[in-house]
């Protein structure tokens, strides 16, 4: 009969993508400090749906508001991959259109810049529960 401790369960795998450098940091450390595992991390949507291909997480933090493809283009394009991962976006207005737009597209939620580290942990997990 073993005695072994029961296996912890595996980290939540995330991509964080915004195009502000010290945002992904505090994002970044508010999930580590949490127990997520942070993937990898993009400045703008291209690199985020390259990075999403690449590291297959189980959320991506996305800012709406990015350089070169913004978050709505990209939610697009990874909300078509055969797997996709839910999407949570970044922004600092709850009321803008784009939110409204990125939860047609299928985002599962969104989090409000300033960061309360709190919000954002409720919000992957409820974009993790089944829908």
Not at 14 to 19: F, K, P
Not at 60 to 88: Q, T, Y
Not at 100 to 115: D, N, S, V
Request: proline share 7%; with cysteine; hydrophobic share 45%.
């Amino acid at each position: 009969m073993s005695t072994s401790a029961p296996a912890e369960p595996a980290p939540i795998r995330v991509i964080i993508a915004d195009d502000t450098s010290i945002m992904r940091s505090l994002l970044r450390q508010i999930l580590k400090d949490r127990g997520f595992q942070v993937v990898a991390e993009a400045g703008n949507g291209v690199d985020a749906v390259q990075l999403v291909k690449q590291h297959k997480p189980q959320v991506v933090c996305l800012d709406i508001e990015m350089p070169e493809m913004s978050g709505l283009e990209a939610l697009v394009k990874i909300r078509k991959m055969d797997e996709p991962p839910e999407v949570i976006m970044v922004t600092g207005d709850s009321q803008a259109a784009s939110v409204q737009q990125a939860m047609q597209a299928g985002a599962r939620g969104y989090i409000l810049k300033p960061f309360q580290a709190d919000k954002i942990v409720s919000s992957i997990y409820k974009a993790l529960q089944p829908k």
